[in-house]
């Protein structure tokens, strides 16, 4: 998910709904995380005076991480609501 601010611009006057699926995995490198689902974002957002945008985002998934004390794999659900 990644877009310009004239795509943004575009895009608000026909559909400012967001319903994507993502695949965060060529990011895990150097992190924790063994392995990551696809992460469902959904939401909606607005444009002010064509410079500031507010997002409201829901987004959920799951992380695999090592438990701290025996490096057991571990799913992490992830439900977060984000503006």
């Known amino acids: ?32 995380i063994i392995r990551a689902s696809k992460i469902k974002v959904t939401g909606s957002f607005e444009i002010f005076d064509q410079e500031e945008f507010v997002f409201d985002l829901h987004i959920q998934g799951k992380l695999v991480l090592p438990c701290a ?5 571990v799913e992490y659900p992830i439900d977060l609501k984000i503006e």
């Open 1 to 32: 998910m990644k877009w310009t601010i004239k795509e943004l611009i575009k895009l608000e006057r026909w559909n400012n709904n967001i319903d994507e699926t993502v695949d965060i995995t060529p990011f895990l490198s150097g992190t924790d």
């Open 69 to 73: 004390r025996t490096l057991v794999e």
